[in-house]
């Protein structure tokens, strides 16, 4: 029980990263591996294969990184997407503790689909020198040269920048970690930028008591080509226009841990403060053009989040009260320039402001556990979640309120030392309203309520685990009196669930996984409590397969079904509409051909039948290969 509650405990309250996977220089730790992987579904094809590998040779460190993947899909019209991602860089050891090296970077983007960049690449190769000043620690000055391609556009230019890391270091009673990376790349007419802090200190007052500060800073720039409108091009002549993006991010963040604030009880707060600007603007823009899109924009948001959680655990009992508040402020504006027309500026102005909006987000949370005996168990929860959403603008409608509260209980039992019993049942209640009354017609309340019961059987030849469950989902609109077109309505489903295995002989297993779901739409009146069905859906899925191991290869044979039913009503009788049905052969293999490689294929051929479109086949199948070394 305590090892559970420790676990579930810390999960909750897990420190942010320094980042440093996010650096170019640092090879540090890394998991040499190649994998490839293909899959076909339905009309989509997907493939992926890379590789990473980072080695030591003498003096000699080299990394090379390689990430490749193909998407597919056969439409009427085939649309193809490829990306591809490679870096590498080596460097060789000119002192105890500095080395000098190369790096490379090469990626591309191509894309079928007629979308504003759908062709780009960029390559770049810097020389660099690093500086390691103990094993975690390190500074990377670098330089290099650019080669950039965005639709038909080819833009070459210097690069330049650093990157570094203090980790761990002492400081009097803290512990600090630094991650810094500058990065400029000036490929005339464009320029993209980096900037990266990210500052924690870390202070253990004793064994039971933590306490962390963060400090981030994020800069980015980036530059992007699209295609110049006819003024524009005239004036300027140019093909495509310039659109910069510029987002700068500062985030405060202090976290506090106590794991004997009283007897077996633990607790920590985490309260942070977050600062987001983004700005986007053109490189040519014309009086001529007499369109408020010329004009640059802003976003600046301001977020606030604190969060506490304090849980007591003893042998037969764990209780965790979790408290999470969310705030955030959003003001979107617009910048002029000398001889704008002012009809547009006021015009964009007042779209902008329309997007103005602030949000909070309150919850409240309790987790209980009892244990009654070696034997019985009951655990009851509840959820608590207020969310408000507010726009000062008269023009926009979608201030709304929203209550949501979930309670659940379970209740399990051990009959004996093979057969596990559960029952639980859940309730969800979620109110909506919206402030304005020209949206108050979408105001409505659902609820929700579960039941659910199975078990779970274990023995040394078969194991068995079934649940059935039955729900009533109902919606039900404030104002449907009112307004003809408005109409409440319930969603009721019985579904079982099984996945069994039987064990042949020790190599061989006969496994079964399915579900059927029953389901029922229908118009529904809240102050009679009754229900007009209109739909019911039939839905059927299992899959079933013969599981053998020889040496290191593990072959699997079997059937695989699914099948989807959908009736109306006439009068109280049911009447098909649709029909889906697919049956075929399932197979799979997995070899472990050497300790650290592994090749899997899995993969179905389905038969299928739909209403009124005859008989048709598909095939789906997947391979995956994985090498670690």
Do not use: C
């Amino acid at each position: 029980m305590k090892t559970f509650f420790i676990i579930i405990f810390i999960s909750n309250f897990i420190f942010a990263q320094s980042g440093r996977d996010t650096l170019l220089f640092n090879y540090d730790n890394l998991t040499n591996n190649f994998f490839s992987r293909f899959g076909k579904q339905l009309n989509t094809y997907n493939f992926s294969s890379g590789f990473l590998v980072s080695k030591k040779f003498n003096s000699i460190n080299l990394f090379v990184d390689e990430n490749y993947s193909s998407t597919i899909v056969k439409i009427a019209e085939k649309s193809i997407k490829d990306e591809q991602n490679f870096r590498m860089g080596f460097s060789g050891d000119l002192l105890d503790n500095f080395s000098l090296g190369l790096s490379a970077i090469n990626n591309i983007l191509s894309d079928s689909r007629r979308i504003e960049i759908n062709s780009a690449s960029t390559a770049n190769v810097s020389l660099f020198g690093k500086y390691v000043i103990n094993q975690k620690n390190y500074f990377a000055p670098y330089f290099g040269f650019s080669s950039n391609r965005q639709v038909g556009e080819k833009d070459e230019g210097f690069i330049y920048g650093f990157e570094g890391i203090i980790a761990d270091e002492k400081l009097s009673d803290f512990t600090i970690n630094t991650a810094a990376r500058f990065y400029n790349e000036d490929i005339s007419p464009r320029k993209n930028l980096l900037r990266e802090i990210r500052f924690s200190a870390e202070n253990s007052i004793d064994n039971y008591i933590r306490n962390k500060i963060i400090f981030s800073f994020e800069n980015y720039k980036k530059d992007f080509y699209f295609a110049a409108d006819s003024i524009t091009n005239r004036e300027f002549d140019i093909v495509n226009n310039i659109q910069s993006r510029v987002e700068t991010n500062y985030k405060i963040e202090n976290n506090f841990f106590h794991s004997r604030l009283f007897n077996n009880t633990l607790f920590n707060a985490r309260g942070a403060v977050f600062f987001r600007n983004v700005d986007r603007g053109l490189r040519y823009k014309t009086l001529k053009v007499n369109s408020a899109s010329i004009l640059d924009s802003r976003l600046e948001e301001i977020r606030f989040e604190f969060e506490s959680n304090i849980a007591y655990s003893t042998t037969n009992f764990f209780s965790m009260l979790k408290i999470h508040h969310y705030e955030k402020d959003e003001k979107f504006s617009v910048s002029s320039f000398p001889g704008i027309n002012e009809i547009l500026l006021t015009q964009r102005e007042e779209l902008e402001s329309q997007k103005n909006n602030k949000s909070f987000r309150t919850s409240i949370s309790i987790e209980t556990s009892f244990i009654l005996s070696k034997s019985d168990r009951i655990s009851i929860s509840f959820l608590q979640n207020k969310f408000l959403y507010d726009t000062p603008n008269e023009r926009n409608f979608d201030d709304r309120d929203e209550l949501l509260s979930i309670a659940k209980i379970r209740y399990s039992r051990i009959i004996n030392p093979l057969f596990e019993f559960f029952i639980s049942t859940e309730g969800n209640l979620n109110k909506l309203v919206y402030i304005s009354a020209k949206r108050s017609s979408n105001n409505n309340v659902n609820r929700v309520l579960k039941l659910t019961s199975g078990g779970n059987f274990s023995s040394n030849y078969f194991s068995s685990f079934n649940s059935f469950e039955v729900s009533a989902n109902y919606t039900v609109f404030d104002f449907e009196d009112l307004n003809p077109n408005l109409r409440s309505f319930s969603f009721r489903q019985f579904s079982f669930v099984d996945s069994s295995t039987l064990k042949i002989n020790k190599n061989v297993d006969l496994k079964f996984n399915g579900y059927l779901k029953l389901s029922e739409q229908g118009d529904f009146k809240w102050k009679d409590f009754k229900t007009r069905p209109i739909r019911f859906l039939e839905e059927i899925y299992f899959l079933t397969y013969i599981q053998s191991r020889y040496n290191k290869i593990i072959t699997s044979i079997g059937l695989r079904k699914f099948s989807l039913k959908t009736f109306s009503y006439q009068a109280a009788n049911k009447k098909i509409d649709s029909y889906y049905s697919s049956v075929g052969p399932y197979s799979s293999i997995s070899y472990f051909i050497l300790e650290k490689i592994n090749l899997s294929v899995s993969g179905w051929y389905d038969f299928i039948e739909v209403t009124n479109q005859g008989r048709t086949n598909q095939a789906t199948l997947y391979i995956d290969l994985l090498w670690n070394f």
